[in-house]
């Protein structure tokens, strides 16, 4: 039997969904609009947004990098909030089940490959962020597979749709013949890849952007290869990288805002998890009280996911330390945040890492710094601070300054991992660039002394060197953002410069001087582009690698920085997946190159950025 319903009944929820829409527009403008109008901090446009589905938006208030913002809000506010944003309803649930057609397929003539070990299978390798425990970030020619020769002959070969977002801001991994990588929707994949072929699939607790690390564990079934990665939400996970069964998950902070953005590392049946937060968004608001977050280096068991040891970057616990002009509560000291993957010094049993800004006052002496913990125990066993008094929030950078430190720091922060190497005369550096616009060099063996310093750009919060360099142990390969802004005319908001920002250096590592340095390219006609160089760079034998905010890969002649490829990752693509699928800006991950294969991700809305959904897979002639 049918119901049937009075004619008005439609009308009247119809209005209460418009009632619905307008209380998300009046609570956008009151919470969300004085970062997100404008961009600021790598918050998502309007535009960005727009594009995206609601079910993500909530996503990104209750178990993202809004839920410091957003838990002060209602539930049917922060729905409220996501249709508004969107325009578009909950009535449509995402499917997350991929389609069959996109599996691989496994028959008992051609069954699914057993997961062996992937250093010894002689199998190409890229493993977690680095490619290697010294985060170097080169490929070697015989792991590669590609030349410089090569370039020009490069074509896509397939290409990997994300759906339901419009970030595709995750670094992906390469062992045994399978690309494993994250999503920001928390899903994460095993691909072939030869074909891009979904081998399993994992939903995690929240989006995944970092490197994922592949290692042997105990397991009562014996010695199994298990791929790490860590979420939005500080959970840590270990699935069997063969079949992506869940082995353990753990939570390593369990403070609201808390993230993992760097990978985690294995070494010697250990995972080491880098601890970042959101916090210096949330700080934005004026009845925040901000702020308690410390950043952290957590060590777990690698078979059980039991912490070992928890290290707080900032050892004094956050205490009250007056009021803001509205009568809010202030808290300090706060932040130094680990944005990156940390590096491992075998030799030394010493893991070394680089923190981030303060959000608070008082600004403490662990940011901004190159740290060096003891692997047995955590323990710190030096620092080194390259910009003093840099505690900053969102505030600093908006209208409304109510909650902005009096330290007001330049937000200089680390975002780029060291990197440890070793010089022709047996001497060893950390090296890693700043938002300051200063790449350091600092001795590992000498308490950190700073070795050489070089500028190479202006820096600022979307400045200076964001994820990282490379090096193939004679130079490193340096891109710069220094991404720049712009008013919109006829309105309060601001665009990104198609003007200002970008340029790749190659600087010598033993004393920091300049070999060369090329200019970044112009943005064009293209609308809402930046030549901005934000995403880390990779680098093969003759070859360094950098994306640009503008869409575009680039291959850089290491010796002297002339571009030998350009690819424009700005268009349609036909996925494997079925996916719609559309390249956008390149910011966060660099590429990962193996086996004679190129694969970077395209698409990030944040700050500016021009929104994509893609992975994208290289091969000479497409083949």
Request: aromatic letters at 10%; a neutral charge; proline letters at 6%.
């Amino acid at each position: 039997m049918k119901f049937q319903f009075p004619c008005a009944l439609p009308l009247l929820l119809f209005t209460a969904h418009l009632a619905f829409a307008q209380d998300g527009a009046a609570i956008y403008q009151r919470s969300c609009a004085p970062c997100h109008d404008r961009g600021a901090d790598r918050a998502p446009t309007r535009e960005a947004l727009h594009a995206m589905a609601p079910e993500r938006v909530l996503a990104a208030m209750e178990s993202g990098p809004m839920i410091s913002m957003a838990n002060r809000q209602s539930e049917a506010a922060r729905r409220a909030i996501a249709e508004f944003v969107t325009g578009k309803s909950f009535a449509h649930p995402i499917e997350t089940a991929p389609p069959a057609a996109a599996m691989c397929t496994a028959s008992a003539s051609n069954p699914a490959p057993e997961f062996g070990d992937p250093a010894s299978s002689g199998a190409p390798l890229w493993n977690g962020w680095g490619q290697n425990l010294l985060n170097t970030r080169f490929e070697p020619a015989a792991q590669a597979g590609i030349s410089a020769a090569d370039l020009p002959r490069l074509k896509v070969k397939w290409a990997f749709g994300f759906p339901a977002t419009l970030d595709a801001n995750a670094h992906a991994s390469i062992a045994n013949g399978r690309l494993f990588i994250g999503s920001t929707s928390g899903t994460v994949y095993s691909l072939d890849t030869a074909t891009g072929c979904i081998r399993w699939y994992f939903n995690a607790t929240g989006g995944v952007r970092a490197a994922i690390s592949i290692g042997k564990i105990r397991t009562a079934n014996g010695a199994q290869y298990a791929a790490f990665f860590g979420d939005s939400r500080s959970f840590t996970y270990a699935v069997d990288a063969g079949t992506g069964k869940l082995f353990w998950k753990t939570q390593v902070d369990t403070f609201p805002a808390a993230r993992i953005t760097g990978s985690l590392v294995f070494y010697n049946n250990r995972v080491y998890v880098p601890v970042a937060s959101g916090e210096e968004g949330a700080g934005a608001s004026p009845d925040y009280e901000c702020c308690r977050f410390r950043g952290s280096m957590v060590a777990l068991d690698a078979s059980t996911g039991k912490q070992i040891w928890k290290t707080y970057t900032i050892p004094d616990e956050p205490h009250k330390t007056g009021k803001n002009k509205i009568g809010t509560q202030l808290w300090g000291p706060s932040g130094a945040p680990i944005w990156s993957s940390p590096s491992i010094d075998a030799k030394g049993n010493i893991l070394y890492a680089t923190t981030g800004d303060n959000y608070s006052d008082p600004p403490s002496r662990m940011s901004d710094a190159f740290v060096a913990f003891d692997l047995e125990s955590g323990k710190i066993l030096w620092s080194r601070q390259m910009t003093e008094k840099d505690a900053y929030t969102s505030a600093c950078r908006i209208a409304d300054k109510t909650n902005c430190p009096e330290s007001n720091g330049p937000d200089f922060d680390f975002s780029s991992g060291p990197i440890l190497v070793t010089l022709a005369n047996g001497k060893r550096e950390l090296v890693a660039g700043q938002k300051s616009g200063v790449v350091h060099a600092v001795d590992p063996d000498n308490q950190g002394e700073l070795i050489w310093s070089a500028r190479v750009g202006e820096g600022g919060t979307n400045g200076g060197v964001q994820w990282g360099s490379a090096t193939d142990g004679t130079n490193v390969y340096v891109a710069l953002a220094d991404l720049g802004r712009v008013a919109v005319p006829y309105s309060l908001s601001t665009d990104v410069d198609p003007k200002r920002g970008g340029g790749m250096f190659a600087l010598r590592l033993d004393n920091g001087e300049r070999v060369w340095y090329t200019p970044p390219a112009s943005c064009g006609d293209r609308k809402r582009c930046s030549p901005a160089q934000s995403a880390a760079v990779t680098a093969i034998p003759g070859v360094a690698f950098s994306g640009s905010v503008d869409g575009h890969l680039r291959g850089y002649s290491t010796k002297d920085g002339s571009i030998l490829w350009d690819f424009d990752t700005i268009a349609p693509y036909k996925t494997v997946n079925g996916v719609d699928g559309r390249g956008g800006s390149l910011d966060g991950p660099g590429p990962v190159i193996a086996g004679g294969m190129l694969f970077v991700n395209s698409g990030y809305a944040a700050g500016g950025g021009m929104p994509g959904n893609v992975l994208l897979a290289f091969s000479v002639d497409g083949k």
